[in-house]
């Protein structure tokens, strides 16, 4: 059967090519503001990008931007600035006892993608160095450690669905399963524990790490326990896509649209997701990070699912990127960020309405899907 095509589907090419210039003028501006300082930007104060440490896991959008941007414009001072912050990533590398589970986040989209444009030999060592490291956070009682205070040993949350990937990937290098069968076992234990009936989704989940049993559910990101903290499910939702991609496992998904229904539920009165779909009514914590990774993968479920089943999810990623470009971008030069209205965390009042360079990165990536980039950055 014929599945979902963007380009057929696509009309609003105006939008789009108004949309990417405005991207063009932004992000160069940004790479003049990177270059005026020594860390890795990932968001501002003041229009200046604030000092962040190497290591953290949000490392790796800047220079995926920088690819997506470079693919979108064919622009070498993209691609220079990428290999430029690709080189500052190396101080986190080195300091593997500190990374976390997010090194999909960190390197897969930027070393992976460049690995497999110009086939890099430090680039593939990097991904799969990278990979490794996440492998090592296996337990076999079939779940990915997420953090790593010693009394963590048994956590793991839902935004581990989009590390998933970088498993996959390394199976592919290696044509050994045991990396996609780690990340297979870990999104069973996620749609086990941690998606709910209705397709809302847990944030955390504690297991007993001798005997995998679980424990408890804390609240998170979001306001409280059996609360629905907006970007997990948008972690949850465009990490099951994915896991469905790479594996072809069909309750893959089923989970996937389960959460993407629960999603549009949440936010189609006005398409601006707020911080958690169970905050205080009235209340108007909005996170437009959310907003634009949930838009990704509903792009890509939309192409997974026949023409009319996809339609809806298709045109749903449209409204949110649409409403949230409208109610929140940026483009002046003034601020080399662009989405204004992210949230770090609902209990975090200072984190509230900020900018974030991932916030950034997925609006670029939606807009190259929109304008038919084959290349996903998840699976290079
Ligand atoms: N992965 C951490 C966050 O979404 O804030």
Not at 126 to 148: E, H, S, V
Not at 201 to 216: A, S
Not at 248 to 257: C, H, S, V
Not at 357 to 372: M, P, Q
Request: overall charge negative.
């Amino acid at each position: 059967m014929a599945t979902f095509d963007i380009r057929a589907a696509f009309a609003d090419k105006e939008w789009l090519e108004e949309i990417s210039c405005k991207l063009a003028r932004k992000m160069a501006y940004g790479i003049k503001k990177a270059r005026q300082v020594s860390f890795m930007p990932y968001t501002t104060q003041n229009g200046q990008w604030k000092e962040t440490r190497i290591g953290g896991w949000t490392n790796g959008f800047w220079p995926a931007s920088m690819w997506q941007m470079y693919l979108m414009t064919g622009d070498a001072s993209f691609r220079a600035e990428a290999l430029r912050a690709e080189a500052m990533l190396d101080d986190a590398l080195k300091d593997f006892k500190n990374l976390s589970h997010d090194v999909g986040f960190m390197w897969l989209i930027h070393s992976g993608v460049r690995y497999h444009l110009e086939h890099n030999q430090d680039s593939f060592d990097r991904t799969l160095y990278a990979a490794d490291m996440l492998a090592c956070r296996y337990n076999p009682n079939g779940f990915l450690r997420a953090w790593n205070q010693v009394e963590r040993a048994g956590w793991a949350i839902v935004d581990c669905m989009m590390n998933l990937p970088i498993l996959y990937w390394a199976s592919r290098q290696t044509a050994d399963p045991r990396y996609k069968l780690m990340a297979m076992n870990h999104a069973d234990t996620t749609i086990k524990y941690f998606i709910r009936p209705d397709g809302s989704c847990n944030h955390i989940v504690i297991f007993d790490p001798e005997n995998g049993e679980y424990m408890d559910n804390p609240g998170g990101q979001g306001c409280q326990s059996g609360s629905s903290w907006s970007r997990g499910q948008s972690w949850a939702l465009y990490g099951f896509v994915l896991s469905y991609i790479l594996s072809g496992k069909a309750e893959y998904l089923d989970a996937a649209k389960r959460v993407a229904n629960y999603f549009i539920d949440q936010c189609c009165d006005d398409w601006l997701p707020r911080c958690d779909f169970r905050q205080p009514e009235g209340e108007n914590v909005l996170d437009n990070a959310a907003g634009n990774i949930a838009a990704c993968g509903l792009i890509e479920l939309a192409r997974q699912l026949p023409q009319v089943e996809g339609k809806r999810y298709f045109d749903a990623a449209l409204c949110i990127l649409k409403a949230q470009e409208a109610d929140a971008a940026n483009w002046a030069e003034d601020d080399p960020a662009i989405f204004t209205k992210c949230t770090t965390a609902y209990h975090d009042l200072k984190g509230r309405h900020i900018t974030m360079t991932y916030a950034d990165y997925f609006f670029i990536e939606a807009v190259n899907k929109l304008r038919g980039e084959e290349l996903l950055f998840w699976d290079p």
